[in-house]
């Protein structure tokens, strides 16, 4: 009975085996390696900024480390580059938008189904987990 109640209670946690916390708050953003769906090895799971009425999650989702090297790949050639210089690819594209008033550096990634931007420090956090995994 006890096995039983374990196995229950992992059940939940089957389909993510690693999961990194980019920002909480409001407008949360989750990178995700995950096992859970076919052809999707990692997941970028964000609140869509492109909807105020209400909250919605949207996820760009990548086939392998590959595709997500891609990605990394894309914010580094960015962090050095300029204001409005943007990265194309297939499915999504991501632009740097310096701000002044607010400081530094923003990013605004823009897919088929929503929208989100951040800032340098949590595309480090991104490169970081990248190159981690």
Same mark, same amino acid.
């Given at each position: 009975?006890? &096995?039983?109640?374990?196995?229950?209670? *992992?059940?939940?946690?089957?389909?993510?085996?690693?999961?990194?916390? &980019?920002?909480?708050?409001?407008?949360?953003?989750?990178?995700?390696?995950?096992?859970?769906?076919?052809?999707?090895?990692?997941? *970028?799971?964000?609140?869509?900024?492109?909807?105020?009425?209400? $909250? &919605?999650?949207?996820?760009?989702?990548?086939?392998?480390? /590959?595709?997500?090297?891609?990605?990394? $790949?894309?914010?580094?050639?960015?962090?050095?580059?300029?204001?409005?210089? &943007?990265?194309?690819?297939?499915?999504?594209?991501?632009?740097?938008?310096?701000?002044? *008033?607010?400081?530094?550096?923003?990013?605004?990634?823009?897919?088929?189904?929503?929208?989100?931007?951040?800032?340098?420090?949590?595309?480090?956090?991104?490169?970081?987990?990248?190159? /981690?995994?």
């Amino acid at each position: 009975m006890k &096995v039983l109640f374990i196995i229950l209670l *992992l059940l939940p946690l089957q389909g993510v085996y690693n999961s990194v916390e &980019v920002r909480g708050g409001a407008w949360p953003i989750d990178l995700e390696q995950t096992t859970d769906r076919p052809g999707v090895k990692y997941s *970028l799971i964000f609140r869509d900024q492109s909807v105020m009425t209400g $909250k &919605v999650l949207d996820t760009l989702d990548f086939p392998n480390m /590959e595709q997500l090297g891609y990605f990394g $790949k894309g914010l580094s050639a960015l962090k050095g580059g300029n204001s409005g210089d &943007v990265a194309h690819f297939k499915d999504y594209s991501i632009t740097r938008a310096d701000k002044r *008033l607010e400081g530094g550096v923003w990013y605004i990634l823009k897919c088929q189904y929503g929208e989100t931007s951040f800032q340098q420090p949590e595309a480090d956090v991104i490169n970081k987990a990248i190159k /981690e995994w």
